[in-house]
Every structure is written in structure tokens, then in C-alpha cells.
């Protein structure tokens, strides 16, 4: 009996097998599934097994769609806050400038009206820097000799008096406040017309000198200018009475002034450049 292994049909198992799926896939391709044909429904298996691999793949690409669609967006919307940003701060800087022009205004205006006040001639000039080392208390002005400015002259703001003038340039000078002791400006109590000596302290404050004991003081006075020693005119706000010390058996009183002007935060000032009529001591009275 001749062996199965033998026959034409086993040796050449592989290649018949192999020709009849190629003629089938042939024929496949060829004439087409129709729905419902029994050879659909492999073709349906295999489509539903790979339909879930299909479905990771889409949302995969979906994903990785809307991760660069989100960065390529998050992207944009850093560069407008980045914009927007600088928008408001160039508002701010505007707006911080308009403040400070408005104010400047309104300090000009004052100084303006001070100047019409006082019926004299007038430099208006900018603080532009304060003593530095702490020995003396003095201002640098914006303007100078060019302007008509000399040493020896008044210095006043709205608030009232602010010094003298000790020292010159082109285009610069030097203010030393009446809170410096070595400044002095002859002056008197408005209500009593006490007179004494206004000027600085060695530590810090102003005080009133020479002012005798039997004199009307009281706190809150008002202390002006008497025009007396040709700087300033009469009548020129320096401060008030803060404190009045009756101690001791010396022949003054010790006053303390509390200065009109804020000295510390002077921005405009105006120089007297026009020297006031002298006055005799008799005219102070």
C-alpha cells in the first residue's frame, strides 16, 4: 500500500496551497465582496479586530493634533500678554507723566501768582540738587549769574522764605537755607512786632534770636520778614512759634520757629533779583 506522504498532492502541499490563496485573493480583488457573500465574512472579522487599533490610532493622531493646536496657541497667547503688558506700562509712564505735569503746572501757577504778589522782579528756578556731604544745608539751583542771580539774594517759595544765595556760576547756584546756622534773616513776630534774628541750629531746627523777654510771644505766632536788612521785603511768611523757653536768667527768650516752606521738599523756587527798598529801624515798629 503506497504511503500518503508519498502522493503528488502531499509533497507539493505548500505550493498548491499557496497558488489556490493567491487565486482566491485574485478573484477576490478581481469580481468584489458583495454584502452579505460568505467570503464578507472573514473580511468582517478582520476588519473588527483591527477596529480597535484603529480607533487608538485616530485619537492618537487626534491628540497629537490638538497637543500642537494648544501649544502652537499657548504660544500666541504668551506673545499678546507679553504685549498687553507693555501696553500697560507705556500707559502707566504716560499717565505718571501727565500727574507730574499737572502738578508741575499747578506749582507754577502758584509761583506765578506769588511773583504778581509781590510786585518785584523775579527769577523762577528749578532745585536741581541738595548738599551732599552734610556740613552745610544748602540747594543747587538750575540757574545762575546768566540770569541776573548774585550772591546775597533772597530765596522764597509759595510757602514762604527759603534763604540766600551764597555762591554763583553760569548757570548754576548755590541756596543756603534759613535752617543752616550760619544763615540770618531779620525778622519779627507779626501780631506783637517783636523782633530777633531768624536762623539755623547746629543739630537741626530754627529758632528766633534776640528776642527779648518782655516780649508778646505766644505759639503760633506768625513770623514775617521785616526788611531790614535788604534781602527781603517786609512782610514775607518765614514761619510760626512752636515752642517759647522762659528758663534761665539770660535777658532772651529762646524760640523755636517752625519754617513755612517745606524745605526738605522744594521743587521751584523764585530768586529776588530786584533788591527791596531799605527800611530804617524806625519803620520796622
Known amino acids: ?36 457573500d460568505t467570503l464578507a465574512r472573514p473580511q468582517g472579522l478582520v476588519a473588527e479586530a483591527l477596529r480597535p487599533f484603529q480607533v487608538a490610532s485616530a485619537r492618537m493622531a487626534q491628540s497629537a493634533g490638538d497637543i500642537f493646536h494648544h501649544y502652537f496657541m499657548l504660544v500666541h497667547v504668551g506673545r499678546e500678554n507679553q504685549r498687553l503688558k507693555e501696553e500697560i506700562a507705556q500707559l502707566n509712564q504716560r499717565q505718571a507723566r501727565m500727574v507730574e505735569l499737572e502738578l508741575e503746572n499747578h506749582r507754577l501757577a502758584e509761583l506765578l501768582d506769588l511773583k504778581e504778589a509781590l510786585d518785584l522782579k523775579v527769577v523762577a528756578a528749578d532745585v536741581i540738587g541738595a548738599d551732599a556731604t552734610g556740613a552745610a544745608r544748602t540747594l543747587i539751583l538750575g540757574q545762575g549769574s ?87 521785603p517786609r512782610g514775607l511768611l518765614i514761619g510760626s512759634v512752636g515752642a517759647i523757653e522762659r528758663q534761665g536768667p539770660g535777658l532772651f527768650l529762646n524760640v523755636a520757629i517752625q519754617p513755612a516752606a517745606n524745605l526738605r521738599k522744594l521743587e521751584q523756587v523764585l530768586v529776588i533779583v530786584q533788591t527791596p527798598p531799605h527800611l530804617s529801624d524806625s519803620g520796622a515798629s
Open 1 to 36: 500500500m503506497q504511503d500518503p506522504k508519498d502522493t503528488f498532492l502531499w509533497r507539493n502541499r505548500v505550493a498548491l496551497v499557496g497558488g489556490a490563496a493567491l487565486l482566491l485573493a485574485a478573484h477576490m480583488l478581481s469580481s468584489g465582496v458583495k454584502q452579505g
Open 146 to 232: 546768566g540770569a541776573g542771580l548774585q550772591p546775597g539774594m533772597g530765596v522764597i517759595a509759595t510757602g514762604g522764605v527759603v534763604g540766600k544765595l551764597i555762591s554763583t556760576s553760569r548757570n548754576a547756584s548755590r541756596v543756603m537755607l534759613l535752617s543752616d546756622h550760619n544763615c540770618a534773616i531779620d525778622a519779627f513776630v507779626q501780631r506783637s512786632r517783636a523782633r530777633g534774628i531768624v536762623t539755623g541750629v547746629a543739630d537741626d531746627g530754627v529758632i528766633m534770636k534776640y528776642v527779648e523777654r518782655t516780649e508778646d510771644i505766644k505759639t503760633g505766632d506768625a513770623v514775617v520778614t521785616s526788611g531790614l536788612d535788604g534781602v527781603f
